[in-house]
């Protein structure tokens, strides 16, 4: 650990900031951070609607099993809450247009493209060209063909996505970058070089996106702001600003 001052960077920092922030709380949501991860494989609803939306993915045998009619993927691993997110956003019961900002890796993507009525028009936005690859090869193996001229993969920066495209949508999605928290405490690279000014950083890039967002929405719309950190600087005080 490289110590710039007193508590200024690494596992120190990370305690010293996280512990003022949960007190007493603290010790317990830290050692959650070394617990197993718990996902679900999520049913794809285009290909089985008559089953439970989702299962533990320890009774899954196969993760990367096919329809055989289709051709489709059956199941999509993620975290439950993600799924919880991507459900919270309300939809236009008729048409509409819908936008995820930041959509990669494409698990919540799916759930909107699920969930959109048969008019509506999907755009999913990913920055990074690896993780867009990524979301258009899920859109490949989990959508059918039928439904892809809905919808537009684009690779923008989301933070000025409302200077060119104000108040064009009903619903956005806003799952935003951020600390997780877990991810850096269980990556030593990563922990050794953790300092507040990480969460600060990330607190800055979400306003914006979050700003921009606001401005791309359609009055009496609405937007679903989230994130995985556990940071108050990432959550409320974004949505606070």
């Not at 009055?219 to 108050?232: A, D, F």
Request: hydrophobic share 35%; charged share 25%; net charge positive.
């Amino acid at each position: 650990m490289v110590k710039r001052g007193k508590r200024t960077r690494g596992i120190e920092a990370f305690d010293h900031y996280y512990s003022a922030v949960y007190q007493e709380r603290w010790e317990h949501l830290r050692a959650s951070f070394s617990e197993p991860k718990h996902q679900v494989a999520r049913v794809n609803r285009f290909v089985r609607s008559d089953t439970p939306s989702y299962l533990h993915s320890s009774e899954v045998e196969n993760r990367d099993e096919t329809c055989p009619k289709t051709g489709l993927r059956l199941y999509y691993l993620m975290d439950l809450a993600s799924i919880w997110a991507a459900y919270a956003l309300p939809l236009p019961s008729n048409g509409g247009q819908i936008l995820d900002l930041c959509a990669a890796p494409g698990g919540k993507s799916l759930i909107l493209a699920e969930r959109m009525a048969k008019d509506a028009r999907l755009t999913l936005n990913e920055l990074s060209p690896q993780r867009r690859h990524r979301l258009k090869c899920v859109l490949r193996d989990y959508v059918p063909e039928v439904l892809q001229p809905q919808i537009d993969v684009r690779g923008h920066d989301g933070s000025r996505w409302g200077l060119y495209h104000p108040e064009c949508y009903d619903s956005i999605l806003l799952d935003a970058p951020c600390s997780s928290e877990r991810h850096v405490f269980n990556k030593t690279s990563e922990l050794e070089q953790f300092t507040v000014r990480r969460t600060k950083n990330l607190a800055q890039r979400q306003y914006a996106l979050l700003a921009a967002a606001w401005q791309s929405l359609k009055p009496g719309g609405h937007i679903v702001y989230s994130t995985c950190s556990i940071s108050p600087k990432e959550n409320d005080d974004v949505v606070g600003k």
